[in-house]
């Protein structure tokens, strides 16, 4: 069970006392709560790639070197290359019945919209139900847009002024001011008119092209009604587990929750003491309520492994005057969604609950990652086949209490395709030293985040570099609030040789176009050739790539309907 855009001060069980959430704190009393449990990344796409895959996102090239850092447009081929393995993949090889219900966000088509490359069912899915892309505010009228806004109003200004250009002409040319050709005027007036559809096209008509719910590779409901999707989600979920009760499966519950827009379930509407973010949060609380009121009715409880987690941490900059505070909080942790390698992007919550095989109440404070779920599944289903460079460890030793040490001794932490952080934990101690390379510069000055863009960025003018790195011991300061130097920290000089070295070592396991010339080994030839898929060719919208209900580009549809 996966949230989107969920800080780890939001749960009752992490520390929040002002949000109801009985149904999640009760998974982590009846079962493993993880204090130290670390997306690969603090956005969505590229975390959900290592979450899928068990590696870093740079390993299947979808990471960022600019701006746009996550997939935009359905209609771009940027996406989870075919050539990737998942653990539903595997799962399925090892005969469990797979399905995805939800969020996706990791592509669908390559070359043509029927090809499905990147789509669910490609990547070991045998059942999908949900949102190809994401949930976004371009899905609701008067929410205003996510996409690319700044291009979207450029390209709507010289759109005007090629129009004003054409009406001056056309208007010299009436009153005899000069002559001018009727052939000019001609291309000119359809030059006005591409130029407006270059613009119009693809982001006047994002909820049809973007906002819209597929079954399998049908796509069933264009632009979807955003109103009845919490339920309709949660009965495709409960639905898969009664189906599948008497056989393996394999279930991702990817919600929609919480990331804006916001729902208006009138169930939950104005209930909370932190109005729509906090409706929304208890909605999803009593979703995974019902989940695990389903497993449990069904008798398979002491069969089933549940697991409950976010993608990444809260938004902090996501606010406006009439909704409030629409993103999430990251409790004592600095930083948040899309912020690098500071702690509140990335540290979320992890709850494992298998009533008679994990000990209720246990708590974990040893660093894990969200890329430990792919091997711990396969060791599950005892899948010993050969697979590729691993970035994840089998949790089941450290959740059982067989070992009481993560085999993570060090941790890297991206900022798009920038290694911007790295953790180290050293053997035979408490602490976590964090090494930040470089952060996002925040604004205003003195403030949390990057309150002018909404979103930081991992590059240029938008970061400082910091020679020598930033360092912290998370152990005692886990707010990131003092950083170390030689004079606090004796082992000063040993921490950022050690990381120095374990990030060389590192690079050598990553493809060409990654790694520093001459830092391959044999292990990983395989992966050579990796070819970015957040590149402005890969998420910019191609028609003949937009999936469509209907004859394009006449798409839409309800579901249960017929075509509109």
């Known amino acids: 069970m996966v949230v989107d855009d969920l800080g780890i001060g939001d749960i009752g069980c992490y520390g929040n006392d002002t949000i109801r959430t009985p149904n999640i704190d009760r998974l982590a009393s009846d079962g493993v709560k993880l204090t130290q449990h670390i997306a690969a990344a603090p956005l969505c796409t590229p975390s959900r790639t290592a979450f899928m895959t068990g590696r870093y996102a740079i390993r299947s090239g979808m990471v960022s070197t600019g701006r746009v ?86 390209l709507q200004n010289l759109t005007m002024l090629l129009g004003v250009g054409l009406l001056t002409i056309v208007c010299a040319r009436v009153c005899g001011l ?62 898969f ?75 902090l900059e996501d606010s406006d005057s009439r909704t409030g505070q629409k993103g999430g909080w990251n409790g004592i942790y600095k930083g948040g969604k899309a912020m690098g390698g500071w702690e509140g992007g990335i540290r979320v919550p992890g709850i494992f609950r298998w009533p008679g095989r994990l000990r209720a109440g246990k708590v974990v404070d040893e660093p894990t990652s969200l890329m430990d779920l792919y091997p711990t599944l396969k060791y599950l289903a005892k899948d010993k ?9 089998n949790l089941m030793p450290l959740l059982e209490g067989e070992v009481a040490r993560s085999e993570h001794e060090f941790m890297f932490h991206y900022c798009g395709i920038y290694l ?10 408490d602490s976590i030293f964090k090494v930040h390379f470089f952060t ?51 082992r000063y000089a040993e921490i950022l040789e050690q990381t120095a070295k374990a990030v060389e070592s590192h690079k050598g396991t990553l493809p060409d176009e990654q790694a520093p010339a001459g830092a391959h080994s044999e292990a990983n ?40």
């Open 69 to 154: 850092q996550v997939l935009l447009f359905l209609g771009g081929s940027g996406g989870l290359a075919p050539s990737e393995t998942t653990f539903a993949k595997r799962l399925q090889q090892q005969g469990y019945t797979t399905g995805l219900v939800g969020k996706w966000h990791l592509g669908v088509n390559c070359k043509h919209r029927e090809d499905h490359c990147h789509h669910p069912n490609q990547h070991g899915f045998s059942y999908f139900y949900g949102l190809p892309f994401t949930l976004f505010n371009d899905c609701v009228p008067g929410e205003g847009s996510d996409v690319l806004v700044d291009l979207q109003h450029a």
């Open 178 to 239: 000069f002559e001018v050709g009727l052939w000019l005027l001609v291309l000119l007036f359809f030059l006005c008119i591409l130029a407006t559809a270059v613009w119009y096209v693809p982001f006047k008509f994002l909820p049809t092209w973007n906002c819209i719910i597929m079954r399998n590779q049908e796509v069933i409901e264009q632009p979807m009604t955003v109103e009845t999707l919490p339920q309709r989600l949660l009965g495709e979920a409960q639905n």
């Open 241 to 315: 587990i009664k189906r599948n009760v008497d056989r393996p499966f394999l279930l991702v519950f990817s919600l929609a929750h919480i990331h804006t827009p916001m729902f208006k379930t009138p169930q939950f509407a104005g209930k909370s003491r932190h109005g729509a973010y906090g409706d929304n949060l208890e909605e999803v609380d009593w979703m995974i309520g019902k989940i695990t009121e389903t497993v449990d009715s069904l008798g398979i409880a002491n069969n089933t492994l549940m697991y409950f987690t976010s993608d990444h941490g809260g938004h």
């Open 385 to 393: 086949q050969p697979d590729r460079q691993s970035d994840g460890y």
């Open 420 to 429: 911007n952080a790295v953790r180290w934990h050293p053997p035979g101690s």
């Open 440 to 490: 996002p510069n925040f604004f205003p000055p003195g403030a949390g985040g990057c309150y002018d863009t909404k979103i930081c960025l991992c590059h240029g003018e938008h970061v400082t570099h910091h020679d020598p790195p930033l360092l912290y011991n998370l152990f005692h300061d886990p707010s990131e609030s003092r950083p170390l130097t030689p004079d606090t920290e004796p």
């Open 525 to 564: 030839r395989a992966e050579q050739g990796v070819e970015l898929q957040l590149t402005w060719d890969k998420i910019l919208w191609r028609p003949w790539l937009q999936p469509c209900c209907g004859t394009f580009p006449f798409c839409g549809c309800k579901e249960n309907t017929t075509h509109m």
